[in-house]
Antibody, heavy 118, light 110 residues
Framework: QLQLQESGPGLVKPSETLSLTCTVSGDSIGSSVYYWAWIRQPPGKGLEWIGTIAYSGTTYYNPSLKSRVTISLDASKNHFYLKLSSVAAADTALYYC??????????WGKGTTVTVSS | QSALSQPPSASGSPGQSVTISCTGT?????????VSWYQQHPGKAPKVMIYEVTERPAGVPDRFSGSKSGNTASLTVSGLQAEDEADYYCSSYAGNNLLLFGGGTKLTVL
């Protein structure tokens, strides 16, 4: 059974870069036609798709965040990553990783809260 | 691309049926069969209940069903149970490698 878990700093200063890791267990992230996504949820608000990375390393980003987002993966560690640069208070959210389908997410991590504050 | 439009709330009594709508455009909901519905209980991660408009993952009760007409997709919960009380989000592929979510609907079981 596929399991995902997010990790990373819970507090990031404005203008700095948010970096998160998603650890996948139960299957190899690079061994099949899998797609891995980052989604966020600001406090009390709805879900926002941030971007997706394919098993091959091809990336797809939300146009509203594209200039600040980088998603990458390390198949040897079964990890994939999110970097969001130049963060501001509006980036404060619960960040989820999910997968492994392209059009929907069957598996989700429990989420990790990131607060942007000085 | 704007978020998909959902009613902020819906409600029904135990045993009743309730339908939640998700309105998009001819570029997203109307164009593709890739509409999904997620259930989110407070403090929990979302869980997919419906994918590809009508498909139900293993383990999801058949009380949950999905449909689509034109630019509007719908999630119907039949035989409402107390544990169905949650937030529900729709999602649609919007072309150009873009995924959209709806704003969410809070379902209350009266």
């Amino acid at each position: 059974q596929l399991q995902l878990q997010e990790s990373g700093p819970g507090l990031v200063k404005p203008s700095e870069t948010l970096s998160l890791t998603c650890t996948v267990s139960g299957d190899s992230i690079g061994s099949s036609v899998y797609y891995w996504a980052w989604i966020r949820q600001p406090p009390g608000k709805g879900l926002e798709w941030i971007g997706t990375i394919a098993y091959s390393g091809t990336t797809y980003y939300n146009p509203s965040l594209k200039s600040r987002v980088t998603i990458s993966l390390d198949a040897s560690k079964n990890h994939f990553y999110l970097k969001l640069s130049s963060v501001a208070a509006a980036d404060t959210a619960l960040y989820y990783c999910g997968g492994p389908q392209y059009y929907h997410m069957d598996a989700w991590g429990k989420g990790t809260t990131v607060t942007v504050s000085s | 691309q704007s978020a998909l439009s959902q009613p902020p709330s819906a409600s029904g009594s135990p045993g009743q049926s309730v339908t939640i709508s998700c309105t998009g455009t001819s570029s997203d909901v109307g164009a593709y069969k890739y509409v999904s519905w997620y259930q989110q209980h407070p403090g929990k991660a979302p869980k997919v209940m419906i994918y590809e408009v009508t498909e139900r993952p293993a383990g999801v009760p058949d009380r949950f069903s999905g449909s689509k007409s034109g630019n509007t997709a719908s999630l119907t919960v039949s035989g409402l149970q107390a544990e169905d009380e949650a937030d529900y989000y729709c999602s649609s592929y919007a072309g150009n490698n873009l995924l959209l979510f709806g704003g969410g609907t809070k379902l209350t079981v009266l």
